[in-house]
């Protein structure tokens, strides 16, 4: 993966209506990385660092800052079969308009922020650091290749979390029964779907041990 090109994959949208996804984090090269790149098209490719800002909360809503400049944030809804469902939101550019500070310190169980900690990223996290010890931000970079059938997006990705490498797939699907359907097609479904919000939160509370082998307790979720 050294040495790609950028290719321009689809900007994200200010607000989605749910997307079914299936992420999983093998320790070798799995037999799907040469079925995705063998038989679905090439569309984008990116290096990029993300900061995520990794509370308890984390597996159920995901805020980071993409690129480390704009503030997301994703919300799990119900879960169907195997998949997790989650709805995405961008707020845009800084400097961020105080209705936007209140609700990230609602997501992330704060009790308060200043006004002016939406007035730059730096100043974001440094608020955070002095008055929200509970809230971690975690770079994570990335270097991915992305893939697209239609609705179907799959995601080959490299990423280095607090200096140790790490490999993850992932399938994104608006369908779900089109999303298993790959999940099968791609022979990952023995795997557990851990998506950045169950690994960053174990992750960064074991900051300090070793990072491979970890075990992950995914959150209890109601199925239909």
């Not at 984008?44 to 993300?50: K, L, P, V």
């Not at 307790?217 to 239909?224: M, S």
Request: net charge positive; with cysteine.
């Amino acid at each position: 993966m050294e040495g790609f090109q950028l290719i321009a994959d689809t900007p994200p949208r200010q607000v989605d209506q749910g997307r079914f996804e299936f992420r999983v984090w093998p320790r070798v090269w799995p037999h799907a990385v040469i079925l995705m790149q063998k038989y679905w098209p090439l569309v984008g490719a990116e290096r990029r660092s993300d900061v995520y800002l990794v509370t308890t909360r984390s597996p159920l809503c995901l805020v980071k800052l993409r690129g480390g400049t704009l503030l997301e944030r994703k919300q799990r809804g119900r879960d169907i079969a195997a998949l997790q469902c989650w709805t995405h939101e961008s707020f845009g550019p800084f400097p961020l308009a105080p209705p936007v500070v209140r609700a990230l310190a609602s997501d992330l169980q704060v009790a308060g922020l200043p006004p002016d900690a939406g007035r730059s990223p730096g100043q974001l996290v440094t608020c955070l650091r002095t008055q929200a010890t509970a809230v971690r931000a975690v770079p994570v970079r990335k270097s991915r290749l992305i893939f697209r059938k239609d609705d179907t997006r799959l995601e080959i990705c490299r990423v280095v979390i607090a200096g140790r490498p790490r490999l993850t797939l992932a399938i994104e699907d608006s369908d779900p029964d089109r999303a298993l359907k790959t999940v099968d097609a791609l022979g990952i479904g023995h795997l557990p779907n851990l998506s950045y919000g169950d690994v960053l939160g174990t992750a960064s509370l074991l900051s300090q041990s070793r990072y491979e082998g970890f075990q992950i307790e995914q959150p209890q979720r109601n199925t239909p």
